[in-house]
């Protein structure tokens, strides 16, 4: 699976609640999306390797939640409603394709 033709699509759903403040915040977002990306893929195939458990999984889904949080709360303007609004509709455009890739309920 191409998790990277997932980007377009979560960086337009992050950009909806974050409208007001998007052109200051796409590179911060476009930079934690593609690194929550990358950090699937590995899952992935750490999962297909038989070396990642459902737990890990879901703390690593938690550190890059957290971690994408921290990083846009550094822009100024952005409040912490915004950006879990704009977490959770990034990773709801992702939900179905990454969950049928891992095999697991992981968002």
Do not use: C
Request: a neutral charge.
């Amino acid at each position: 699976m191409d998790f990277s033709s997932l980007l377009p699509d979560m960086l337009n759903a992050a950009q909806v609640p974050l409208a007001k403040q998007w052109k200051q915040a796409k590179p911060y977002a476009e930079a934690q999306i593609r690194s929550f990306i990358e950090s699937m893929e590995r899952i992935a195939l750490l999962k297909l390797e038989g070396s990642i458990t459902e737990e890990e999984a879901n703390i690593l889904i938690t550190m890059h939640k957290r971690s994408m949080t921290t990083v846009l709360l550094t822009i100024k303007g952005l409040g912490l409603l915004a950006i879990e609004a704009a977490i959770n509709a990034a990773l709801g455009v992702a939900r179905d394709t990454i969950n049928t890739a891992i095999g697991w309920k992981l968002l």
